[in-house]
């Protein structure tokens, strides 16, 4: 079992460009959700997606946007960056009910 | 609105000694689930310990342990046999029940003295 796996690992980007980063769930988990951790911070909660539509949100704007697949796996893009999007994004699965498992994150940092 | 609240922002052990490290929560809800994630310089979270908060008995896994205090809406992790492995940042938790969205509290960075 590959767990949660996420791509890329490292992305650099310019302010006001649109990036997309991807999750593919641990193998039988139908919850896909997303987390911004800024540096020496907690990770915060963006979206969660289950069955191809957002079942919840966290207090992140509009330019933070997802999407879920029918095999589950789920991206996350941001529009028009900013510095302060600089983070770690990481992705989270679970199946209904049960414990998230974590992937190792994408590193982004917005110059 | 649910808070986890860390005030060690970090902690140190030496090699087989015991450490415990505290976590505060707030919510209203009944109906919730308290976990202990560690975080390694490989970033990748890793779950430490469950406690679901219907539950008087307080969990254990090998070396972890965790003393919940419902009423006082408290969490704390005790560590024993402290293990060079263990040096990470902790991360209190607080998952609502019926969903995953998780509430992470700000850390705690232990490190393990050998």
């Known amino acids: 079992d590959a767990g949660v796996t996420q791509s890329p690992t490292h992305l650099i980007k310019t302010r006001g460009q649109q990036v997309t980063l991807r999750c593919s769930p641990k193998?039988?988990?139908?919850?896909v959700s997303w987390y911004q951790q800024a540096l020496g911070q907690g990770p915060q909660f963006i979206f969660q997606?289950?069955?191809?539509?957002?079942?919840q949100r966290g207090n992140f704007p509009d330019r933070f946007s997802g999407h879920q697949f029918p095999n589950y796996s789920s991206e996350l893009n941001v529009n028009a960056l900013l510095l302060g999007d600089s983070a770690l994004y990481l992705c989270?699965?679970?199946?209904?009910?049960?414990?998230?498992?974590f992937g190792q994150g994408t590193r982004l940092t917005v110059v | 609105a649910q808070t986890v609240t860390q005030s060690q922002p970090e902690m140190s052990v030496q090699e087989a000694e015991t450490v415990t490290l505290s976590c505060t929560y707030d919510?209203?809800?009944?109906?919730?689930?308290l976990f202990w994630y560690k975080q390694p310089p490989s970033r990748q979270m890793i779950l430490v310990i469950r406690?679901?908060?219907?539950?008087?008995q307080n969990a254990t896994e090998n070396r972890f342990s965790v003393n919940f205090q419902k009423a006082a809406k408290s969490f704390s992790l005790k560590i024993s046999d402290s293990q060079l492995g263990d040096a990470a940042m902790y991360f209190c938790?607080?998952?609502?029940?019926?969903?995953?969205?998780?509430?992470f509290g700000q850390g705690t960075k232990l490190t393990v003295n050998p």
């Open positions: 989270a699965s679970s199946w209904t009910g049960a414990e998230a498992f």
């Open positions: 193998s039988g988990h139908d919850t």
């Open positions: 997606y289950y069955e191809e539509e957002e079942r």
């Open positions: 919510t209203s809800e009944s109906d919730y689930y």
């Open positions: 406690q679901e908060a219907y539950k008087q």
């Open positions: 938790v607080l998952g609502q029940g019926g969903s995953e969205k998780l509430v």
